[in-house]
């Protein structure tokens, strides 16, 4: 009987957490549409206060950057493949890492970019805001 419970125990814990991996990496996901079809409010609700965003070329941006950068068309995602995403989770930390290939204008000049890119996701308030994003150019 205590082995079928410590089964159904793990069995349980092990399902809810592949659900929170699922639901970090569909953040992830919205998170490039929003970007690509400037839903903004949308973004802006997912962004902790002080996010650092950072490119493959080291350009970082905090929040209000990113997101005036984004209105203002100085930067544009046309296009975001991601090609494989994987999620660790701690306690209330979720770190993503990925590759796929972007694409879009930064001002006013045309990227086709490979990336690797990492993203810390932090736990506030019941809710799961990015804190962290940096890229580096696949070779």
Known sequence: MRLIFLLLITSTVSFAQGTLENKILHLSERKFVWMINKQ???LEMMLDERVKYTHSNGWTESKPELL?????SRLVY???QVDE??????KNT???TGTGKFSGINNGNAFD???RYTE????N???????SRHANRLP
Do not use: H, M, P, Q
């Open 40 to 42: 903004l409010d949308s």
């Open 68 to 72: 005036d950068n984004l209105k203002s």
């Open 78 to 80: 046309k296009n975001v």
């Open 85 to 90: 995403a994987t999620v660790r989770l701690y």
């Open 94 to 96: 979720a770190i993503v």
């Open 113 to 115: 970019l490979g990336l």
């Open 120 to 123: 810390v996701y932090v736990l």
């Open 125 to 131: 308030k019941k809710k799961w805001l990015l804190a």
